[in-house]
Structure formats: C-alpha cells, structure tokens
C-alpha cells in the first residue's frame, strides 16, 4: 500500500490532553529518580537543574522561566497549536515536580538503576509529547524544528546538546554522578531515536 493513500487519522484533544498529562508525569517521575540520586540531565532541565543548585529557587519555578524566551520560536516556526500545547506540558512539569515528592519518595535507589530507568520514564515521556504535537521547550522546540525543517533526527540532536550541558555540570557536580548523568542522556535520547523518526509514525494531531 502507497504511504498516501493511507488515510491517516488526527488525535483528538481528549487523546492530546491524555497523553499530555501521562507525559508529564513520567518525565517528572524521572526527575524526581534524578534530584533523590543527585544526577543531572540536559537541554532545558539540565540548565534548570543547575539553577536551582546555584540559586535555591525551586527546580520547577526555574524551569518554568527558562522556557519563556523559547516560546516565540515555537509560534514563530511550529504555530500556536504546538506552542499552546508546549506551554502546558511545560506548566504541567513545573507543577508536578513540585508535588511529587509530597506524594512519593525515593529513599534508598541504587544510581545505576535511577540513571537507566529514570532516563527511560523521561524518554518515554518526550516520545509521548512528541507524537501529539508537543515538547518541553527549549531545546525540545529547537530539536524539532530542525526534524521537520532540515530531516535530522530530534534524539540525535538533542543527545549532543544534552551530553554538553552535562559535561558542563562537572563545575557543581562530582565526577562519578556526572558520568552516570551522562548515561541518563544517552538512554533517554536513544527512546527517542528509535522510536521517533519521521514517517514510521501515522498519527497526526
């Protein structure tokens, strides 16, 4: 069968708002493996995390400022529907980082196991946003734009860009976490660069 032919049906906005919120929550759930193990990640969480080390304003709060210069670009180049949209999930992560960890708590995590699965959860996170149209910003917006403009892989992408900020970290971070840190990177960008690659996906929104 012609990949035109394909009748290919949109997602509605009960099925974006699902996965919206379920996609938030994984990412958040894997931040919070990350915060209890002092592991970093990177793009526009990674600068956060450092922020919030530095400064002592929440992570949330952090993360939720960070994003607002991206949001022009995202009107700019991905139009109000994946703006809108990016806006939320990123409200919605800012929001559940903070509740959370009132609702559960990592006491006692081996750093190998929070490093992989924690990079997984976030991975699998971003595929969910992703495939309805939506990101975290930042680099998110600018990994997706480069996709869909120029045919470059968005995990590709984004895992270069996220492995620099974390080498970066090494001023506030030991070593050893930062290597684990790294780790996280590449397996949360490795979800992303086998299962999100242009065409292999039908649905649109």
């Not at 997602?11 to 990412?27: M, N, R």
């Not at 995590?109 to 959860?121: E, I, M, P, Q, Y």
């Not at 946003?129 to 990994?143: E, M, T, V």
């Amino acid at each position: 069968m012609i990949m035109s032919d394909v009748a290919f049906e949109r997602h509605s906005w009960l099925e974006d708002i699902l996965a919206i919120v379920l996609g938030t929550v994984f990412i958040a759930l894997g931040a919070n493996l990350y915060l209890n193990c002092g592991l970093l990640t990177g793009g526009t969480a990674g600068l956060a995390f450092l922020l919030h080390y530095l400064s002592g304003y929440s992570f949330g709060l952090v993360f939720f400022v960070i994003n607002l210069p991206f949001y022009y670009l995202a009107i700019k180049r991905m139009g109000w529907q994946f703006t809108l949209k990016t806006f939320c999930s990123v409200a919605l992560l800012s929001g559940w980082t903070e509740v959370l960890p009132h609702l559960i708590h990592f006491s006692d995590v081996n750093g190998v196991f929070a490093t992989l699965f924690g990079g997984g959860l976030m991975g699998t996170g971003f595929l969910m946003l992703f495939r309805h149209k939506a990101s975290l910003g930042g680099i998110n917006i600018l990994a997706l734009y480069v996709q869909d403009r120029y045919g470059l892989r968005a995990g590709k992408l984004q895992m270069v860009v996220d492995c620099t900020i974390v080498l970066l970290s090494l001023l506030v971070v030991e070593p050893e976490r930062i290597a684990l840190s790294v780790l996280g990177a590449v397996m949360l960008n490795l979800v992303l660069t086998v299962n999100h690659k242009p065409g292999r996906y039908t649905g649109m929104s």
